[in-house]
Each structure stands twice: as structure tokens, then as C-alpha cells.
């Protein structure tokens, strides 16, 4: 009976939440600002390589004076410039309108600037002119070199492999970083997006007085870890519907959307790390759900749970503040203490855990106390909502609660 019961709150919690308007509305918001992004960039993208295609296409009459010998005729002559005879005359052609440009090269290009005249083509086209004196004294010292390698390293286009060691063994580097560390973004969005959810799941049934009803005919601690249960399923429905579009974009239209390209068969999966990792996701997750529910089934209404949310929220963000120290000095006190407290240990040990610096009897240690304390949280939402179901106006308190069990 009490499997039949929790499978039906499980059921029952579940659709209520996916069904209503108001979460699709929530859901689907940044996905659509997303793709609503995404069609704005693709189309600004679009324009620009068509504009830029178009000015490079574009046939620009200048003329040119040169001191420091790197602009030869051929270069000039190339993109459609000729030597001028003297410079006063030419800026006087460029006022008239007789050319588009007049580029004087100074004798020293490193340390002197050079002067660009140009007949004003509006703010977007008025950068050709820059564009096209800088190439033309980069395509003259290229000549001037004749070297195509060391043209290249002049330019710092030289490719560099790595290799790093810890314990006598080639570590990964940040390859090894990036995949724990997803562990923590999923935290976050879990968090964030289900942080309401958790703290309203009690509170419905206290606020539409039907709790008498529901603990007649069903064991609250069924109730509660149902209530659990559906909000994980119900977070994983927003991420995924998160993560479509952004999928999506990736796949089909990186280009397009100047995404960087991300090459994953690079990235090292490490046992300890990832399993760490999970296991510090669902224990920071058991422990937060089970306060917010615990603080639901506590107050009256969603007003005075809300005094209570503000507070936890800010804690999983407080590490986050001190991060370089978490990165740099793992072993400081302020990081020992974020490590170690219950409602910054999760992120703290994740960050510390994607970096390396998290030993295997730290990671035990705050993997029990998270898993422990959720337990506790859990249980104590229980028996907040049991002798709290016929509560509406006040909220309850801790040693009233637990004044009955004692004498018992």
C-alpha cells in the first residue's frame, strides 16, 4: 500500500506542476529569448558578412605618400592606390571629392601613427579606409621580411603542445576540470529553478486546508519523499527543455552564431572526480529540498517562506566570492570552513573537486554530511507537516514540535 501511495504521489505531483500553463510559461521563457537571440544574431551575422563581401568587393581610389619604405607601388597598386606627389594636394583632392582616400605612412609605422584623409561614406563605411591602410603596410612588411615563417611567428600564429605531470603520470589540465565541474552547473540550475517549487510543495495543501484529508488516508513521510521525487523529475523536464536550443544552435548553426567550436573527445572523464562529483550533486540537492520543504511545512504562507529563501540562495552564491582563494590556497581557513559548512559545502567541494585540491577524506566527510543532514532535513519536514497540518495562521515552532516526542 505505501509503494501504491508513494508511486501515486509521485504521479499526482508531478502532472500537477507539468500540466499547468504558468510552468510552460516559466519553462519554455528562456528558450524562446534564446532562439529569439540566436535568429537576431544569425540575422545581424548574415548582413555583416554580406556588407563585408560587399566593401571587400568595393573598388577604393587613394592616393598615398610613404617615408618608411615598406609600401611599395605593387602593394599600393594592388588595392587600387596611387603615389601621391605631394601631400597637401592630396588631402585638398580628398576635401574636393577627386579620390576617396589619402594615406600618409610616417617614416616610423611602430611608434608613429599613420594620417588617414577620406571622404566621409557614413559611420559604417568610413572603416574601410582604416581597414584598408593597415593591410596594405601589414602586406609591405610581409614582402619586407620574405619569409612566410617567420611572417607567421612575427604574428604569434605558432602552435604550442603541452604536457603536464602529477604523480609521475600526464595529467589532462583543464581537459580534467571541465567535466566535474558540470556537476556544478547542474546544481545551480536545479537549485534556481526548482527553489520555489521545493519551498511551495508543503505549502499548497496548508494554504487550500486539505492537509486533515490527505494525512487520514496517506503516511506523510510517503507524501514528503514523493513530493521529492517529482520535483527532481520536474527539474530535469526544465533542463531539458533548456538545453534543446542550445543543442540545437551548436549542431545546426555554430557557424552562423560565431559559437566557439568546442572539440569534447579532448575532454578526460576521471573516475574519482566524476563520481565525487555526482555524489555531491545529489547530497547538496537532498539537503536543500529538504530545508525548503521543511521551511514550507513550518510557515503559513508563501509570504513568510520567502524571508527564509532569500538567505539559502545567497549561501550557495557566498563561495563564489572568495573562488580565487578556493582555486589558489584550498588549505586557508576561509576555504577549510566553506568546505566543511553545510549549506556551502556542496559548492565549494564541487569547485575544489573540479580543481583538484579536494582529498578523498574530505570529499567522504562532506559527502556524509550532506547526505546526513538531507536525511535529517527530510525527516524533520515530516514532522513539521504532520503536527503542522492543522496550523494555518501561525507559524510553527521547533520545541513545540519536538516537546511531544520527548515525553514520549
Same mark, same amino acid.
Given at each position: ?36 537571440? /540566436? +535568429?537576431?544574431?544569425?540575422? $545581424?551575422?548574415?548582413? %555583416? *558578412?554580406?556588407? !563585408?563581401? #560587399? ?5 577604393? @581610389? /587613394? +592616393?598615398?605618400?610613404?617615408? $618608411?619604405?615598406?609600401? %611599395? *607601388?605593387?602593394? !599600393?597598386? #594592388? ?5 601621391? @606627389? ?323
Amino acid at each position: 500500500m505505501a509503494q501504491h501511495n508513494l508511486g501515486t504521489v509521485v504521479g499526482f505531483e508531478f502532472l500537477r506542476v507539468v500540466t499547468k500553463r504558468r510552468f510552460w510559461a516559466a519553462a519554455l521563457a528562456i528558450p524562446i529569448v534564446l532562439v529569439a537571440v /540566436f +535568429t537576431l544574431v544569425f540575422a $545581424s551575422n548574415s548582413s %555583416t *558578412d554580406q556588407s !563585408a563581401k #560587399a566593401q571587400k568587393n568595393a573598388q577604393l @581610389a /587613394f +592616393t598615398y605618400t610613404d617615408e $618608411s619604405g615598406l609600401v %611599395t *607601388d605593387t602593394v !599600393a597598386a #594592388a588595392f587600387g592606390g596611387t603615389k601621391a @606627389a605631394n601631400g597637401d594636394q592630396a588631402v585638398v583632392d580628398v576635401k574636393n571629392g577627386t579620390v576617396d582616400a589619402y594615406f600618409a605612412y610616417p617614416a616610423d609605422p611602430a611608434t608613429q601613427p599613420v594620417q588617414v584623409y577620406g571622404v566621409d561614406r557614413g559611420i559604417f563605411e568610413n572603416g574601410k579606409y582604416d581597414a584598408v591602410a593597415r593591410q596594405i603596410l601589414v602586406t609591405g612588411a610581409q614582402q619586407k621580411i620574405g619569409s612566410p615563417a617567420l611572417t607567421a611567428m612575427a604574428q604569434g600564429d605558432v602552435k604550442i603542445t603541452a604536457l603536464t605531470y602529477k604523480d609521475g603520470q600526464v595529467s589532462g589540465g583543464l581537459d580534467t576540470v571541465i567535466p566535474p565541474l558540470l556537476f556544478l552547473v547542474a546544481f545551480y540550475l536545479s537549485i534556481v529553478m526548482l527553489g520555489n517549487q521545493m519551498l511551495n510543495s508543503t505549502l499548497e495543501e496548508k494554504e487550500n486546508r486539505v492537509t486533515e484529508m490527505i494525512l487520514t488516508t496517506m503516511n506523510p513521510t510517503t507524501l514528503i519523499v514523493g513530493k521529492v521525487i517529482s520535483l527532481f523529475m520536474v527539474g530535469l523536464v526544465q533542463m531539458l527543455t533548456f538545453a534543446v536550443p542550445v543543442v540545437v544552435g551548436y549542431v545546426f548553426f555554430r557557424s552562423n552564431l560565431n559559437l566557439p567550436d568546442v572539440d569534447l573527445s579532448h575532454l578526460v572523464l576521471e573516475p574519482q572526480p566524476m563520481i565525487v562529483g555526482l555524489l555531491l550533486l545529489v547530497g547538496g540537492f537532498v539537503l536543500f529540498t529538504g530545508t525548503l520543504v521543511a521551511i514550507g511545512a513550518m510557515v503559513p504562507t508563501v509570504k513568510e517562506a520567502g524571508t527564509y529563501f532569500a538567505p539559502l540562495m545567497i549561501m550557495i552564491f557566498v563561495p563564489f566570492y572568495v573562488v580565487s582563494v578556493i582555486v589558489s590556497d584550498p588549505h586557508a581557513v576561509i576555504v577549510q570552513v566553506f568546505t566543511f559548512f553545510p549549506y556551502t559545502a556542496a559548492v565549494t567541494a564541487m569547485l575544489r573537486n573540479g580543481f583538484g585540491t579536494l582529498t578523498l577524506a574530505e570529499s567522504g566527510i562532506v559527502i556524509v554530511e550532506l547526505f546526513g543532514l538531507g536525511f535529517v532535513a527530510l525527516r524533520l519536514a515530516v514532522y513539521l507537516f504532520r503536527y503542522g497540518s492543522i496550523e494555518y495562521s501561525k507559524k510553527l515552532s521547533l520545541s513545540s514540535v519536538m516537546r511531544p516526542r520527548r515525553r514520549a
